[in-house]
């Protein structure tokens, strides 16, 4: 007999200008998987359609969603993917564009890995193991839990951040065991209670605008450019902002001048600039009093996409941002997205 369920997973801006690894947003963008049980195979059989399908690997053992799901599935009791698997991914998320799309990926495979184990996982476990895999909570807490989320990371006891600090290659085994080799021993199981959220108030008002550049720029690169250590001068800049931030979107009616301002950064933006040409105009040449509508600006996530948040104007404050980015030879495509729920599953 044939059954079947299908997760549902939004795409997230990560940061919002001043909350770099704090803040996420959630958006209207999805990852979708179609997952049947009852076809004759051993090992899932992976299918992709949308964005990435011509890159995204579709062994189940290099997969990253179905690696997480795997590695769920071990911390658990089990040893290997159920049998008669096939997953379809329609995928809306572009790779590599600062869109959260690996950070979707993750939540995927928790999501996957609880259902084909039956193991009934609270939310807030399931960001435990999501933060094994990926370690800054922005993306994976907003794609799990929907909204404009604040998050941070526990201080572990010595023993927790051992396990907290296995690479990733050990926690997700890639490759499967030669013929008769024995799997090991069950990956690191994560520590209890990593991460902690709250969501903001949101003005259901103000959209997103994602103009997303036509080139890809992993998240590792976009991270290897930021220093380890910043100014008190520069952390108290970011730390004020982000304070009027979190309750300033969440007012009626938004107040342009405050949010641009309070969406201003100092911890990654100026760094990521050199990765992003055209960074630096679009963030210094487009305001509120150039285009009413406009709340603010910022990079998404690591890049290179930017996001504008408005009220209204949408198509102006996008034709601009694509002006800017056309005169450093770089081609764009746009949309005005909504802030997302959370992640579904649903049979
Ligand atoms: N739906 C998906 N299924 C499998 N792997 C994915 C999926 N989405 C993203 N990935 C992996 O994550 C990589 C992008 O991650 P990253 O550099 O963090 O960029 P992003 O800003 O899009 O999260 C992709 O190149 C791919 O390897
Ligand atoms: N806080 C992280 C967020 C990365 O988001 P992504 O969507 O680019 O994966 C960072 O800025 O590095």
Redesign the pocket.
Known sequence: MTSSFIIRVPATS?NIGPGFDVVGLSLSLY?TLTVTIGENSTLPVIT?SG??AD???LDPYR????RVALYVLRCNGFRIFPPNLSIH?D?Q?????????????VI??VLLGDSLGKLNLSRERMLDYALMV?RHPD?VTAALVGGFVGSYLRELDPKATEAAQVPLSEVLPEYPPDAGEDWGLSPPVPPLGIGHYVRFKWNSSIKAVAIIPRF???????RAVLPESYSRKDLVFNMQRLAVLTTALGQTPPDPELIFEAMKDRVHQPYRKTLIPGLPAVTSLITPASHPGLLGICL????P?ILALATHNFENIAGKIQEIFQQEQIEVDWKILEVAGGSTVDS
């Open positions: 990560a990852l992709y964005e990435g890159e995204v690997p997969n990253l969603m179905t991914c995928n998320i572009p790779f590599g564009r600062g869109l959260g799309s690996s950070g979707a990926a995927a495979g990926e993306n890809e720029l992993s998240t590792a690169k976009a998404s996530g690591a890049g996409t």
